[in-house]
């Protein structure tokens, strides 16, 4: 009854009731909103309603029903990067050891995008002086980096064995923390550029143990059984790569990953501290008009590589040359390229029979990635994913991006 449902209040100057019977029957699915300072019951009747002090009266407005407001979705409705990882355990998709490893890196990526941002002042800028294995200069975030991935892939309790870019071997995870997954990065990829602020980031990859693995460890009489082992591990084609993925950090923090079922990207909201879901199944363009190439180089490329970059400087009939952007991070050059389409290429040169980037630790994820986006990564001759590594520190040329642009590169290259 209408009497009923109008219960008084003094809290609110406005009331809302839902019912069958109404002043002028509207349906179920009405509100019907009155001032309690304009209208009351008369005394001694449950369905009229007097003004006592003038208004507009009573007033309907129709309600969603349930099914419509599923078809809604709350402008407060996010999907972090957390809430994800844990709708792919439940559809089975990855396991509860999985999703712990990936939170893990997520955490580290947190903690390294604070530390690039706060370099300046925290006094994180410049050389350590030390030389890693490459006979490269470590950038002191270079090593602060690898100390926070390393310590948040151990304390995970979910990996057996940790391979990164700026370490000698492999490490094998004490027993009490053992897990089952291997677990390979660069903590700090583009660290040449952190001095000029300039956008960095983390890439990961991650596999399932592998003992049938074999690797070119000769008689190295200083590795001991448990190094070896390791060695052996690790050394997998990116063929068995299970996850891979990055963070950028730059005007925003940007962690990219795919699990083998598309690339989704999540941005880091520092309101919440929380990454969170901003892009679903990435497709890269089937082609670009924009290239990626350290030019500086140029005098040091074979005369196949030199023809085709000339070419794309040729405007042609559509009068429009290809644009060259180079960062100098691969992560920041790989991103846009995944998004805008184009080609990323870091080739061998005279000074560089391999060219620079790792094998394990750059091109083998960057390349499953850009495959689960529907692009393409090669040697310039073969798919990147089918090459078996060696060795650990392996480089190998880098051609990555639009399908049809890594194509056109490769029959310059035949």
């Known amino acids: 009854m209408v009497a009923q449902a109008a219960a008084i209040t003094t809290s609110s100057s406005h009331l809302l009731f839902s019912t069958s019977r109404s002043l002028s029957h509207p349906s179920p699915s009405q509100l019907c909103v009155f001032d309690s300072r304009t209208l009351v019951p008369y005394p001694n009747s449950t369905n009229t309603f007097k003004k006592k002090r003038g208004g507009d009266g009573l007033k309907c407005m129709a309600v969603s029903t349930a099914s419509d407001a599923k078809t809604k979705k709350s402008t407060f409705e996010i999907q972090t990067l957390t809430g994800w990882l844990l709708k792919q355990e439940q559809a089975g998709v ?10 893990s890196i997520s955490m580290a ?24 294995i490459q006979g490269e200069d470590q950038k002191k975030l270079d090593v602060v980096s690898n100390e926070v991935f390393s310590s948040c892939l151990r304390s995970s309790g979910r990996t057996g064995i940790i391979a990164s870019e700026e370490e000698d071997v492999p490490v094998a995870v004490e ?26 980031g983390s890439i990961f990859g991650i596999y399932s143990p592998n003992d049938e693995c074999l690797a070119d460890i000769g008689d190295d009489s ?43 990207s999540f941005s880091l909201d520092p309101m919440y ?49 290809y644009s060259a952007r180079y960062i100098g991070s691969l992560v920041g050059d790989f991103h846009r390229t995944l998004l805008y389409g184009g080609i990323y290429g870091y080739p061998r040169d005279k000074k560089s029979k391999n060219g620079k980037l790792r094998l394990l630790y750059e091109c083998a994820p960057m390349s499953f990635i850009v ?31 639009s399908v049809e642009e890594v194509e056109k590169l490769e029959k310059y290259l035949a």
């Open 371 to 401: 495959e689960q986006a529907g692009g393409k990564g090669s040697d310039g001759h073969q798919r990147v994913l089918d090459i078996t590594p060696s060795e650990i520190h392996q480089r190998v040329p880098l051609y990555i991006g």
């Open 94 to 103: 990855i396991d509860a050891e999985l999703t712990i490893v990936i939170s």
């Open 222 to 264: 200083t590795l001991d059984q448990t190094e070896q082992r390791c060695i052996v591990n690790v050394c997998q084609p990116g063929n068995n790569l299970l996850v891979a993925g990055y963070c950028m950090y730059s005007s925003s923090v940007i962690f990219v990953l795919t699990i083998g079922k598309g690339v989704f």
């Open 175 to 200: 027993e009490s923390y053992s897990g089952n997954y291997i677990v390979v990065f660069d903590p700090l990829d583009g660290s040449s550029n952190i001095d000029a602020a300039v956008s960095t």
């Open 273 to 321: 501290g929380e990454f969170v879901l901003t892009q679903e199944n990435i497709q890269i363009p089937k082609a670009g008009k924009i290239y990626s190439f350290n030019e500086g180089n140029y005098q040091l490329w074979d005369d196949k590589l030199k023809k085709y970059i000339d070419d794309l400087k040729d405007p042609g009939p559509s009068g429009k040359p």
């Open 109 to 132: 990526c947190k903690q390294i995008a604070s530390l690039v941002q706060r370099a300046s002042i925290s006094n994180l800028t410049g050389v350590q002086g030390a030389v890693n």
